[in-house]
């Protein structure tokens, strides 16, 4: 429990770092529930002395006292009522904004082997379960639990001045009592909505993959397959969500009946104890009142406490993600002018097991044009990653700018040197604004035509400029060549001096390709190119060759 307690205190600091502001209104809105409290406590003592003087034949005074308990403070609190709920939706908005900030800030961190284990189905539905879990956890301790337990506080004064304090205590004790049996019973519900959001996992994880691959399913023939596998899959969601609902229903009704059994008894005993004389109508009135405002008060508090439990579930499974470890971030700065811009000194690199680079040395000049060559697998695109410290060797040491790429700081390499990678995601947007991405100073529309132009991508026999062209989700609404060429003009709008490029011309035709290699030629003062085609390797002026056994060879002369 402190620990759940402490992962909320963290949860909040994240709201406010994000969003100070929502603590002011935090703040009001919590002044403002103390006085709501105040007045709902007030009510039933108003209708007990007006109860009273009716009962003494004091017919003026009650008019004045009902018109004070009902038009000032009954009035009164379902107007603070609103004002709060206004204020507490302002807050509780950024109580989800800024878990949804923090997902997203922490996992842009995250480094990429890592962020590929997650499941993204999964990952989006505990991020949207582990925000809502905040601001519901905000809602119920704030704005529940804490009134409750104040407006607990009030009647305990009142009945004790009022009526007697045994009365009193009594009355709080069966209170008290029955929410501490709300909580043992909660526990029992913690594995059912396990349970519940386990089998929701499933069906959200199959959900996303699936979305990805509708066209694989339709080019094999497998919708009917696939429907009556998601078929059951949603199955056993229904069958987890009915059971689970089924036993939490079966908890409150017991809850429910006990609380009736709570409001039977002190009803009965206070009725009979006004046939005794002990007691007046007014005080029959004013305890009947506070039953039956704490008696909903209780109700709702039972099932925010079961579903408190499943808060704090999900709350702990959204810092799981907050918590995974981030790539260690550098802080020296590349030297642009070194003569070796990468160089790797007895480097091996190994993925589950395999080794892909076995005490690799190479040197990459400024300057001049490499491309790195070798079978599928051999490791040619780690080796690009290891150059710009995406990934760091297992043995040996990787240099960039003259500096260990665990020790730069990669955004300030990244400054200086652009990547296009073998498979380049586009955002869903326009063409100028994949080309723009990325790109630091303002690239004007002339340069921007000028680029496209250079790459062959003016020439769409269609209304719409090429810049306007939408490139749509995942870049459907392109072609893989299409693609590759607004990767590379991204990577030359970017104006970096270095350009690293992974088979970026692979979906281009010959005519296409070379053109494209010329215009990176004439625009970058370095290029280092995977690629497969004799027509790339020949533009130039060193071979990198990786064998496929872990060993690199250089070849060639600069021209
Ligand atoms: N994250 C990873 N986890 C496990 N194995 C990996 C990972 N990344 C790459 N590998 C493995 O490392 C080897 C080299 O992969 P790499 O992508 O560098 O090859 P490549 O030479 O670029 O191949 P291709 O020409 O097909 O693109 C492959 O056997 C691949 O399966
Ligand atoms: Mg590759």
Redesign the pocket.
């Known amino acids: 429990m402190t620990q759940a307690l402490q992962q909320y205190r963290r949860a909040l600091t994240l709201a406010r770092t994000y969003y100070p502001k929502a603590f002011t209104y935090f703040a009001i809105a919590s002044a403002i529930l103390l006085a709501l409290a105040l007045l709902n406590a007030t009510v039933p003592v108003l209708l007990r002395e007006a109860t009273n003087r009716l009962a003494a034949g004091d017919a003026m005074s009650i008019i004045l006292v009902t018109a004070a308990a009902y038009a000032l403070c009954w009035t009164g609190a379902q107007v603070l009522e609103w004002t709060k709920n206004i204020l507490s939706a302002a807050v509780l908005v950024r109580c989800d904004a800024a878990f949804y900030r923090a997902f997203f800030d922490h996992l842009l961190k995250v480094p990429q ?1 890592e962020l ?1 284990k997650l499941d993204q189905g999964v990952l989006v539905a505990d991020a949207q379960r582990s925000k809502g879990a905040f601001s519901a956890l905000t809602s119920t301790l704030f704005w529940i639990v804490l009134p409750t337990l104040i407006e607990l506080l009030f009647v305990f004064a009142v009945l004790a001045t009022l009526i007697s304090v045994a009365f009193a205590a009594f009355f709080i004790m069966a209170i008290v009592g029955l929410v501490g049996l709300s909580v043992l019973l909660s526990r029992k519900a913690k594995g059912i909505h396990q349970r519940i959001m386990e089998s929701n996992n499933q069906v959200m994880s199959h959900f996303t993959e699936r979305m990805r691959l509708v066209e694989e399913i339709k080019l094999n023939n497998a919708q009917t397959l696939e429907q009556q596998r998601f078929g059951t899959k949603v199955g056993g969601f229904i069958d987890s969500v009915t059971v689970g609902n089924l036993r939490i229903g079966l908890l409150m009704l017991l809850q429910v009946t006990l609380v009736g059994a709570l409001l039977l008894a002190s009803t009965l005993y206070v009725v009979g104890e006004v046939a005794k004389g002990t007691y007046t109508v007014g005080d029959y009135v004013m305890i009947n009142g506070y039953v039956m405002q704490l008696t909903m008060r209780l109700a709702l508090l039972a099932s925010v406490l079961i579903e408190l439990r499943n808060h704090l579930v999900l709350l702990d499974r959204g810092f799981h993600y907050l918590d995974l470890e981030t790539e260690p971030q550098g802080l020296r700065t590349p030297d642009t002018d070194a003569e070796v811009l990468f160089e790797l000194e007895g480097v091996t690199y190994r ?2 097991g ?1 080794t ?1 680079l076995d005490k690799v040395d190479l040197q990459i000049r400024q300057g001049h044009t490499y491309a790195i060559t ?10 690009l ?1 290891l150059l710009v410290g995406l990934i760091q060797p297992e043995k040996g040491s990787v240099r960039a700018f003259g500096t260990d790429t665990r020790a730069l700081d990669r955004t300030a390499l990244l400054d200086a040197v652009s990547v296009v990678t ?1 498979h380049p995601l586009l955002i869903a947007g326009s063409v100028a604004e994949n080309v723009r991405y990325g790109a630091k100073g303002n690239l004007s529309d002339d340069q921007l035509n000028s680029l496209l132009g250079q790459l062959g991508l003016d020439a769409h026999a269609s209304d719409t400029p090429t810049t306007d062209r939408h490139v749509g989700f995942d870049a459907a609404a392109v072609s893989g060549g299409e693609k590759q060429r607004i990767a590379i003009a991204r990577a030359l709008a970017r104006g970096t001096p270095t350009i690293l490029l ?2 970026p011309t692979s979906a281009l035709d010959v005519e296409s390709e070379e053109r494209t290699i010329d215009v990176l030629k004439a625009n970058a003062r370095t290029l280092v190119m ?1 690629t ?1 085609r004799p027509s790339v390797i020949a533009k130039a002026d060193y071979v990198i060759h ?1 064998r496929g056994d872990g060993t690199v060879r250089m070849s060639g002369r600069p021209n």
């Open positions: 082997a590929r993925a589950e395999r892909i070798g079978p599928s697998g051999a490791g040619k695109t780690t080796l990653r073998q992974d088979e995977i497969h990786l």
